[in-house]
Structure formats: C-alpha cells, structure tokens
C-alpha cells in the first residue's frame, strides 16, 4: 500500500506556490493601459469611445472560453463512476494554479514592459491564460485517475512553463498564426500528456472502475456541450477584432455541426448491435472543434469547415474504437480520457489545415489590407508570402510535437519519484483516496451497487433491511 | 419485436446528409459582408469603427440562444428516468443537423443574392438556424422516447422545410413580425409535433416508463433554468439594434418573472396535498417567456408583460393538470413532454397578444421613426397603419396554425413506414434500444430500482448480497 | 405533527403578491430612455452611435449575474441528499419574486423621477433587481430546509424592503461605494439570514439528514462553478463603464484563482487523513469573490488582490471546521449552507479591504480624473478626500451589520407565527413535505438507500425481489 497521505505535502505545495505568486505578482504585474485609471486620460487624449475597450470587444468571449476550462473540461471528465469529484475539483484546482503562473510565464515571454520591467495585463492576458489552462486540463485528462493532486500540479508548473516556451518559439520566432490554438494548446496538451502517462505505465491496472454508470455520462454530457457550444467563442477569442472574430464564430459553428453527424454515424457503425456510444458523443463531436484551431479565423469557407469537421468527427471516433486499444497495448499508453482522439489528432489535422490554408491565401479573397492583417504580414515578417507562412505553419507543427514529448519525457519521470503520493493500482480512478466521501452508509451501499464490492463487506444491503 | 437496428441505417443517413450539405454548402453558401476578409476595405470606405459589426452587437444573444438550444431543451427532456442519453444525444444529433439545413432553407427563402446565386451568412443567420432547431425540437419533445433517430433525423428534414415556408409567408409575404418566434418557432413546433404525435398514436403504450426519478428531475432543472435566464436574449436575439433589444429583454424578464410565482400558485393549488409538482416548475415558468415571442421588443410596458406572463404561467399549468389528460384520451395524442402547454397555448397566446400590441401602437407612444421602425412600415408595407398590421399578425397566426397541422400529417404518415426502426411499445422511453448504456451489472440493478423490474430477474439484489 | 398543507396558503400568498406586483408595475414602471422607442429620436438629436446603449456595454455581465443567482446559488444549495427540489425550486420562486419587489423597491428609493412620478427602469435597474436577490438567496441558504415556502416569500419582502433602504442609506446618504455588493448583498444577506435562524433555532433538530450523497455534491459544483466563473461579471457590472468595469474583472479573477488554492490547502491540513472535504471546495473557493465585492473596480493590483483572496479562502475554510460548530453549539445559530463563512466574513473583509482601499487612494494612482470618476466625488462629495471616504466606507459596513442584525430579530419572529407552515424537527431536509417526490416505490427505495429508513419500512427493498 503507497502512502498517499496528503496532510503535508499538498497544503505545502499549495501554500507556497501560492505565496510565490503573490511576491512574484508584486514584483511584475500591473494593469494595462485600459484597465488602470488613467485611461480616462488616455481615452480623451486619444478621442476614443468608452465601448473602445478591448473589454467591450472581448469579454463575452472570455467568459465562454472561462465556462469551457471550468465546467468544460472539468464535468466532461465526470464519466468515471467514483471519480466525479477528482475530476472536478482537481480540474479547479490546477486550472487555477496554472492561470495565475501562466499570467506570469506568457507575460515574461510576450508583453514584458521592457522599459519598466513589469508585465501588464488586461483581459487579452486573461483568455492567453485559460487557453494555457486548457492545455494543461488536456494533458490531466491523460493521466485523470491514476495521480495524486501534488503530482497534477508539479506537472502543471512545467506544463504552463512549456507552453510559454513553445508559444514563444512557433507565434513569435516562426511568426506561425495559431488563434485557437490548433497546436499551441491542444497538440501540445496532447502529446505532453500522453508521454506522461507512458512513462508512468500501470501494467497492473484495474480498468473494471475506469468505467461509467448512467448519470455520470449525464453529468459528462454538461461538459461536452459547455464545451462544443462555446468553442466558437474558444477559436475566436483572440482573434483581430471584426472581421476575424466573425468569421472564426461561422467557421466554428459549421464545423462542429458536421462532426456530431460522423461521430454518431461511425459510432452506430461500428459498435455492437449499432447502438451509439456515449463516449464517442461525449468526445468525437468537439473534434471539429480543435481541427479548426488554427484555421478558424482564415478565409476557410463555411464548405471547407464542414469537410473538416466531417473529417475530424470521423477520425475522433475511429480512433477511440480502433486506435485506443492499440495504443494501450502496443505502446502502452494509458489515455483515461482518449486524449490522443480528442486533442491529439484532431490538433495535428487542424494545424495541417491552417497550414494548407494559409498557403494557398490569395489577394484576391482576402484583399490587400486583409491579407496583411490576417497573417501578421508586418514587421519583422512584411515581406512574406502565403507559401512561405504555410512552410512556417508546418514548422511550427513540428517544433510542438519536439517539445511535447520531450517535455513529457522529462516531468514524467520527476512524477515517477516516489514521495508524491500517487495512488496504488487498486486505488485509481476512486475517489476515496482523496476526498471525503460523504455517508459512509451510503458509500458502502454505492460499493456495492456501483464498484465491485469486496468480499469482505457482504451484509451491507442486508443491514439496511433489518 | 420490431426491428430495432441501426447499424446501416442511422449512419447512412447521417453521412449522406453531411455530404449532401458539404455539396450544396460549396454551392450556394459563402461569407457576408461582415463576415468576409474584405471587410477592414469597406469599413474604412463608409468609416465605420471597429466596433459596427453585427457580431459585437448579437454575439453574447447568439450565445446565450445557443445555451438554450443545446443545453436548455436537451436537458429539459432528461426527467426520464431512463431516457436520458435519448433526451440529451438525439436533441444534439438533429438540432446539429438543422442548424446546417435551415442555413440552406432559410438563405434560399430570405436572402439569396441574386446576382451571384448564393447566400451570404453572418452572425444573424446562424441566430436564425439555432431558432429554427429551436422549432424542431419542441416538436420532438411532442414524440419523445417513442421514435427511432432515423425518424427524428426525416421529421427535422421536412419540419425545417415547413419552417422556412411560413416563415417566408409570415414574415415576408404577410409582412408579419415574430421577433422570438411565437408562432413560426412556437406555434408551429408544436402543432406540428402533436400531429405527428397523432398520426404515431400507441394505444398500447406503457406509461410507466414515462415516469421520472429524483435525479432526473434535477437534470431537468438544469434545462428548464437555462432557458429560463435566456429567454430575455431569445426574444431580442434579432430585434433591431438599440432600444429594441433593450426593450425585449426587459419585457421577458418580467414576463417569466410573474410566469414562476403563478405557475407555482396553480400547481399547489391543484396537486395532492398541495405539494408542488416539479412537472409544472420544470415547464410552467417558461410560458411567460413563449407569450412573449412576437410582443417582447413592442411598447407591450413593463406592466403589460407581467399580465401576460402571469395568465400564461396560469394557463400553462392547467393545460398539464387538466387538459393533457383529455388530449390523450379523446384526441389521442400523447405529448410526452407537454409540448401543447408549454409551447401550443402559450404561442398561441404571445400570437395574439403581439397582434393586439400592433395594432394598438400610436405615434404617440412610439414616435413616427419608432413606429416605422418598430413595425418595418417601409417599402412595400411604407402605408400601412397599426391596426392593418394587427390584422396581418392575426392572419400569420391561421397560417401557421394551418401549415403545421397540414405539415404534421403528412410527415407523420411518413414516419408511419414500417421500415425506420422505431422502437416497440414495451421499449419506448427506455435509452438501451438505440444506446449502449454502461455497466451490465448495474444496468440490472437500475431496472430494479428504477423501473418495474420483468419477474424473471427476480434476484439481482440478492446475488449482490452473497 | 404540524400541518405544512400548503393548498390554501402557499397559491394565495403567490397570486395576491403576484396581482400587487402588476398593479405597483402599472402605476409606476415605465421604460428608461435608453430601452423606450422614443430612443431613435434621442439618439439622433445626441448625435450617438446605436452601440452608446447602455444594453451594449452591460447585457453579457447581466446575463452571467442572472445565471449566478438563478443557477449558482440554486444549485449550490443542492448538496443536501433530499433537498434538491427545494434548493432549487424555493430559489427559483423567492428569486422571482425578489427581483419584481425590489425593481419597485430600489426604484422608490434610488430612481423615482419626481417630474412624472415614474420609475425608469434599464438593463443597470435588472442588475440591481438581481443583486437584490442574491441577498435574500444568501439569507435562505441560512434557513435551507428548515422553513416553508410561505415563510421564505415573507422573508424575501421583508429582506427586499430592508436592503433599499440600507443601499439608500449607504450609497446615497454615505456616500460610499459597493460595486460588488460586500456590504449591500453579503454582509447584509448574511447577518439578516443568521439572524432569522438563531430566532428560528430548533434544538432537538436531527441533524443527520444535513447531509450530501455523491451525486447531491456534484450537483452543487454546478452551483459553485457558475458563481466562481461569473463572479468577475459581478463585481464589475455597475460599475462605470470602460477601465473600471475592466479592471474589476481582473481584480476579481485573480482574487478567486488564489482563494481555491488556499482553501483545499486548509481543507487537506485539517481533514481526517488530509482528505479534501467538498464543503470547502464548494464554498471556500468563492470567498474570494465576496471579499472584493467593494475594491474590485479600485486600483487594488492584481498582487493585491491575490493577498485578499488568499486570505479571504484561508478564513472562509477555517470557518467552516471551526468557528460553524461553535456558533451552533453557543450561539444556536443553525447555519445550514454556512453563510457565514462564505457571505459573512469574507464580506466583512471585503468591506475593510474597501474601506482601507478607498483611504490609500492618491491621485498619482487614478489621475485627477479617475480619481473623480472612482469614488463619485462630484456634487456633494467634491470636497471629499480619499481618508475621508475610507471613513464613510466603515461606517457603512457598520450601518450594514446593525440593521441586519436588528432586521433579521424582527423578521424571525414574525416567522416565529404558527400559521405559516413550518415543518416539523423531522421533516427538515426533506422535499416530500412540500414537493410531489416522483415514483412511491423509488421514493421508498431511497429512503433506504439514502436517508436512514424509520424501522416500520423493513421489507421494502425485499418485496421488489418478489
């Protein structure tokens, strides 16, 4: 039996990782020009209109994106029968470590005020960090159930440092556009949280409570939905204002409209009896979703988005019928939530995608001035053409997956040590563990009903007759 | 026993139409202004800030519609105690497919560019296609847990159609307004649900699955709160910018506020011991918000809406005590989720009321810009007075009525064809016909629990207690 | 046995506060200028852009605050394992009738136009009305299950009354500044709740149905989850438009990331066996939201912010395992939902970290103008220095505490009347008093499963074996 005694070592990690924000907030972060007071000033310098806020362009997006990596990602993960509260609460747990320091770490590598040596932040800031939230919620989903909640935020510590990193090399130095984060967010979160998950290999595990029941997949449901009706918000959120954001809602919205009919079809196809599965509904109707992560906000065409997202739904779905298994048993990748169906692949087509399409961006469709405003072609990057950002997009692909896996190689065997409290084989995907679980009556009967009940408590459901 | 399977069936039609709609959308359908890459040119030729396009001025009203159509409605039928998967998954498949189909229906309809042959979206059309699945799944809550996805998927191909048609009749021919749909998303969803619930008619049918359990009842609060809260922007969702969104919203707001207070009045007053029945919160408190459909962004005054929204609260309520028994028996129609009192009587009711409000606008009250705004008396209709336009509201209420009992019958008998795999009577309203529901041995213990077990599993409770 | 039968009083109470409502509405309520048709013709002669409505600047955070009261504390309230129909129903119903009272109430007191005698109300009077409401929700999370129906609806007119006169007193004769409602919404909803519960105290209360199940504690993380999400909406949505409204959502945002790190980190150290326990989860988290009800639109910095939600979730979990079973045990104070660990003391230091905020602003901070701008000191309160608004500010958290202290007495013992069908010790917690429980088997079934049966009902889970 491991010692996954908690009393210490979490509030330990939490307590001083949150005293290190706040000196380290202290010492970096301000508000920016919009959000401090003396915008007033700056406003009339400048003749501007009050809505001229970014907040007024952006706060309706923020907070779909906030409701998808709070209740998004956090009830989707809710099909385990005995670990809704894990998924939950360890979802709210990390998401809010990793907002505060992904503030700091995309603040140092993006918008550092060199002049004053201090980050400043406004709601752009806010969406940047749940977007590195969620890809630090993807790779949970890999390894939901078999780690301790000090392990999920070690590794979300690296996880958000990461992603400033590869963010950094591929938006910055490639020049790569990525607005919903095709690669930045969902491959990277993907891959990362797969070579984790392989470098922590269970050979033993009980996959009987890796299962669900009935009203968990309802519970489920709440977070697919959240997550599919709001992903238009998601692949737009960051968008230029007008245009972009419009167009990445359309394309959005069409491309996930197609993926619901092919998951459901591949799904009635291929499982017994030609029922649907809920796990495919759950998961293969976002994918249209992340395969337009990078393409979203590009002249795709409405057309061009609903084949993307037929492609992606059909894909999502084969991969969680055919794929999953083999990935478990030839390389030994244990995906709780099939991650490497929702976000890895789907990631990998979207940034394909938006590569094909920025390559092939005309003058004519976007005009003069779009073209320019679509792809950055500015600065440092004024003379580029369509062809040679599709080259960069394809780079940027590459880079992302690098450093995915071997990022994951890496924090997956700092997770390994032993003095984390990671739970032993039997105790994945239970709650009990770490959490209070209420009616100690009642959890003996839902073992009974829900889990297989050891031999050793027979005469629950007798006692409560008596 | 019927024939039940859906492996050939349900994927082919899903495929077929996602392809048909891949073709027809490369076809016919492409940006609009505001939506298209040449934007950033025509906004700086009409000077137009940043800020005037559509999307800053519908997208958080698209959204919370959104919420309502996939949320608020799918989780709204989950009172089931066992068709929950059915509630939440079909409502997701066929409200996905009509949002696709309705941009093609109703851009043909109400604006096809006729110089170049296709149909510009925006923003507004996608509020106009989740309006549009609104309508079909009202009219599947009338065939809940009694249809196969196959007839679901035929009855939202034709319903859209139906949809379109009035519309075009009602709003542009008659020259009508329906800002919230009360009669062509009310109206006409559900009588045309109850006549293909007609047509359908089970004289067989075991209502004992039509049951909820605790649970389920809860998840369906879920449904009923959201639609609730969204209802304000579902009935300004497409009213004309400024004080007429402004104006919609609060008129709902009071509304659905009285509706809550009268609805629960009514059900105490009625029900066994005076004990409140979730049936009626679950439903009832909606109605205030349906009567508000047409007359939400009229001078209806803050006090006029509380009327409506208190006599339909009322009525509502007594539709579910007294007249929903009476329908089945003498009209046999079998309405499982009570579509006749939520959305029939109720849109009826916000038909009229919105012609009575038209018709008795004055300058006055309006201003002549207001007037001429409000009512759209411009162009063909430039010298029509209120009280003509009440007389065209009246006649937009006979012919949706007219169109959807028409409509409802003939696909009904469609529906009849003995080869789309509906479910026998013994299964209706029960999720493992057409779902794989997890875990058998709780399965088991479910049908124990929640539904009268067959006597032939006669020790499912005991085998766990040895 | 008392007599709860609600048949008689629960409907009238409805119905002729209902009536009241419309005719109050009809003498008084008219639209604003912004929402009235005649705006067309304002704007014009204003020379205003159609987005220079106030809908545009304040309608997504309406509608997030709208989901916080009606989801968020409806759901909240749902851990208790037989109470979820009366957690979410009795909010639903007191909510919609508090928003009604209080459009009349804080219209009296804040916006009569003595020209015409008319209130005008706008989507910022919504706003209020649904402020209004999380008080009262906050008070009956003090009495959950442990009154009737009409007992709350009492309740709710008299807190409605007592918090437009304590925001009148505070806000327009102090002077002082509650964007978020610290004072106004928390401390008061609070202490008045408090109150009304210790003059409600039932000694001989069974204490064992107080209590959640699984499923009961994921659906209030629904609850939890909606009001973390949005609270940013609402603590910034009265407050001036542009960098204050900005800036509170920052404010806000990063008090809430540092309260939940803070209280699962107390929750593990003080559990049995550091196990996270889901009442701090579901409560502690959020203290941070309430603690900046008043400086979150200040310059308080996002350091500063993170200290006070540090703080605020530390004191708010320490509450709830040491100071609640003490106020119980001394004071007799049965504080169901612990509000005073989520509302009140966190809303206490919400109040002085405002009071303490407002006295260390400088104008080098806001500039001549925002400073202005920040605090209102225009008209009767240009002379006004920041020191001296610190003042003002204590002595409305003062104000505050004193009339909800001496409300709360007055109005529990009107409760205290015997008419007004109060349950009995042993129908606390428990739905079937006022509520139509679905299924009479099931309901027997849980009664086994999930409450402690009485033991005259032995046989109920052996007969569904025959």
Known sequence: MKNTLMRWKLPIVCLV???????????????????????????????????ENQFYFRYPSFQDV????????????????????????????????SIQWSLLMQGWFHSLDFSDGKIKIGLESLINADFCAASVLIAFGGVLGKVSPVQLLIMSLFQVTLYAVNEFIIL?????KDAGGAMVIHVLGAYFGLTVARVLYRPNLDQKK??????????????TLYLWMFWPSFNSAISNNGDAQHRGVINTYCSLAASVLTAIAVSSF?????????????????????????????????????IVGAISGTVSTLGFIFL?????????????????????????IGAIVGAVTAAAATEEVYSREGLKAAFGFEGRFADRTPSVQGGHQAAALCVTLLLSVGGGTIVGFILKLPFWGDPS?????EDDVYWEVPGEEEAALYSVHYVNSPPTKPAVNGDTQQ
């Open 17 to 51: 990782w949150q005293l290190a924000m706040i000196i380290l907030f202290g010492v970096f972060i301000r508000y920016d020009e919009e959000s401090d007071a003396h915008w007033s000033v700056t406003r009339m310098s400048q003749n501007h209109s009050l809505l």
């Open 172 to 176: 910055d130095v490639l020049g790569a």
């Open 210 to 223: 890796n299962e669900s029941v009935y009203h968990s997949d309802l519970f489920s449901m709440i977070g």
């Open 270 to 306: 291929f499982e017994k009896k030609g029922k649907i599965n809920m796990v495919h509904v759950q998961n293969g109707t976002l994918a249209g979703g992340v395969a337009l992560g990078t393409a979203a906000e590009m002249m795709l065409t409405p057309y061009g988005s609903l």
């Open 425 to 429: 084989d039997e105790n994945c995907f």
């Open 324 to 348: 999953s298994p083999l990935l478990e048993k030839y390389l030994k990748i244990q995906d709780t939530c099939g991650i490497h169906n929702l976000h890895g692949i789907p990631g990998v």
């Open 66 to 97: 906030h409701v998808m990596v709070f209740v998004g990602f956090g009830f989707l993960m809710t099909f385990l029968k005995r670990y809704g509260f894990g998924s939950v609460g360890f979802n709210f747990l990390i998401a809010s470590f």
